[in-house]
C-alpha cells in the first residue's frame, strides 16, 4: 500500500512545476491566517460539531467514545489502528497548518467516526449482556433511519461551501454537454478563472476517455491573458474549446487574479484566432453567462 501510493506521487514531482506546487500549496504561502493552532482548534470543532454532526451533543459523544476506543489501541489489528492514526495526524496537519478550513475535516472526519464506532463496541461489550447486543443494533438502526429524515442544518451547507439557494452550478455547463458527442478530447477556459466542474460533467456524460485541457491562468493582466490563451490555442491539438463567458463575476477570486476585466482576456484571444471556429452558443441566464462551443477548423489541426 506504501509503495503503490507514494511511488506514483514521487514520480509526478519529475513533471514540470509539479514539485513547487505542491510545496506552495502545503506551505505556509497557502495561507489565509498566521500561525495559530489554538484558532484552529476553535474552528474545526466548530465545524464539526455543527458542520459535521447532527448536534453538538453527538459531537461530544463522537469524541467520546472515539476517545475510549484510543485508549484500548492495542487491542485492534494494524489495520484497525490505521483509522485512529488516520484521525490524529489529519487533526494535527489541520490544526497547524497556516491556512484554515471548515472542509479540510472531509477528507479525514471519516476516520473519527470509525474510531467512535469501535470505541462504542468496546463499551458495549464490557456493559451490556451479550443478549442485548442484537436488539440494541436493531435500536440504533431505526433511530438512524429516522434521523435521515432530519432536515441537515445551515451550518452543515456552510461548513461544505454549498449553497441552500440559488442556480445549481450544474446549470453552468449543462446546455454545452449534448455538443460533446463524437469527441474525444477538448479544451476550455472560463472568464471566472479555474473550475473542474466542465471535466467532471463532460466524462459523466459521455461515460468515456475525454481527454481535458484546462489552461491555468492566474495572476496577470488582460494583455498577458490575452497573450497565454492565445498561445495554448496555437499548440492545442483538442477537437474543440468550450469558453464559459461570466460577466457577473459570481465565482471571480481576486486574490488569483480572477476578475472579469483580466479573464476578458481570453474572449479576445478567442476572436483573434483562427484555428477553432464557434459552432454552438447558449445562454444561461441564471448566472448572466454565455457557454460557447468553438471546433478545429477543417485542416487546421497541423498549423
Not at 19 to 37: E, Q
Not at 62 to 90: E, H, K, M, N
Request: with cysteine; glycine share 8%; proline share 6%.
Amino acid at each position: 500500500m506504501f509503495y503503490w501510493h507514494v511511488t506514483p506521487i514521487a514520480v509526478s514531482f519529475l513533471l514540470p512545476r509539479r514539485l513547487s506546487a505542491f510545496i506552495w500549496f502545503v506551505g505556509p504561502a497557502n495561507a489565509n491566517t498566521g500561525f495559530d493552532p489554538l484558532g484552529g482548534v476553535v474552528l474545526y470543532w466548530h465545524a464539526f460539531a455543527d458542520g459535521f454532526s447532527a448536534t453538538p451533543e453527538a459531537a461530544l459523544l463522537t469524541l467520546g467514545l472515539f476517545a475510549i476506543g484510543l485508549s484500548q489501541l492495542r487491542r485492534f489489528s494494524p489495520g484497525g489502528r490505521a483509522a485512529f492514526v488516520l484521525a490524529l495526524v489529519g487533526f494535527a496537519g489541520v490544526v497547524i497548518h497556516p491556512q484554515h478550513q471548515a472542509r479540510f475535516l472531509a477528507s479525514w472526519v471519516f476516520a473519527v467516526w470509525i474510531g467512535a464506532g469501535a470505541g462504542g463496541a468496546i463499551l458495549l461489550e464490557r456493559l451490556m449482556p451479550r443478549r442485548a447486543w442484537l436488539p440494541l443494533a436493531g435500536a440504533a438502526a431505526i433511530v438512524l433511519a429516522a434521523a435521515l429524515w432530519r432536515t441537515s442544518p445551515t451550518a452543515a451547507y456552510a461548513t461544505a461551501i454549498y449553497p441552500t439557494s440559488g442556480p445549481s452550478d450544474l446549470d453552468l455547463v449543462r446546455p454545452v454537454l449534448r455538443d460533446f458527442d463524437g469527441l474525444h478530447s477538448i479544451g476550455y477556459a472560463t472568464t471566472f478563472g479555474e473550475s473542474s466542474l466542465l471535466s467532471w460533467m463532460a466524462r459523466e456524460h459521455c461515460r468515456c476517455k475525454l481527454d481535458v485541457e484546462k489552461p491555468w491562468i492566474s495572476m496577470a493582466s488582460r494583455q498577458e491573458v490575452r497573450t497565454l490563451m492565445a498561445d495554448r490555442i496555437a499548440s492545442s491539438h483538442t477537437q474543440a474549446f468550450v469558453i464559459i463567458d461570466a460577466p457577473t463575476g459570481y465565482y471571480q477570486l481576486p486574490e488569483l487574479g480572477w476578475t472579469y476585466d483580466r479573464m476578458v482576456g481570453i474572449l479576445d484571444a478567442m476572436a483573434e484566432q483562427h484555428r477553432y471556429v464557434r459552432v454552438a452558443t447558449h445562454a444561461v441566464p441564471e448566472f448572466g453567462a454565455e457557454v460557447s462551443l468553438w471546433r478545429l477548423r477543417d485542416g487546421a489541426s497541423g498549423e
